[in-house]
């Protein structure tokens, strides 16, 4: 048996319906015609992302930032464009645009804190 690369990725939040509506209009993403229950899947390609509430036993509430030590990345189209409206709305930016091998990236920390990077450049 061999693992071919991610297949699916889903953040767990605090607040299902406040992430889901910071992923669809901060940045744009679509929700997927069906999700299960708990989770909010978005059309993205070529990897599904999804967020979900907390499994069982996980407390995202600890001192440290949710995803500690995971590097997201999300490919944008308008990148410096996607940072002045992220800064604009007072989401805090943790790295500021930068350009770099993978095109232009800056990184945000989500309501959850997640850190997420946009890039432009496959």
């Known amino acids: 048996m061999t ?7 889903a ?12 992923y669809e209009t901060q940045l744009g993403l679509h929700r997927a015609p069906v999700s299960p229950p708990g989770a909010v ?3 993205t390609s070529p990897i599904p992302f999804a967020l979900r509430e907390p499994l ?3 407390d995202l509430n600890q001192p440290s930032r949710p995803g500690l030590g995971v590097a997201l990345w999300l490919l944008g189209d308008d990148v410096q464009a996607l940072h002045d409206a992220l800064a604009d709305a007072g989401v805090k930016i943790l790295q500021p645009p930068t350009a770099g091998p993978f095109g232009l990236t ?4 989500d309501p ?3 850190a997420v990077t946009v890039h432009d450049k496959h």
Do not use: E
């Open 3 to 9: 693992v071919t690369g991610p297949d699916f990725i």
């Open 11 to 22: 953040l767990q939040v605090r607040d299902l319906d406040r992430s889901a509506r910071f």
């Open 41 to 43: 899947v978005f059309a």
């Open 56 to 58: 069982p036993g996980v």
């Open 106 to 109: 800056f990184t945000f920390a």
């Open 112 to 114: 959850d804190g997640y």
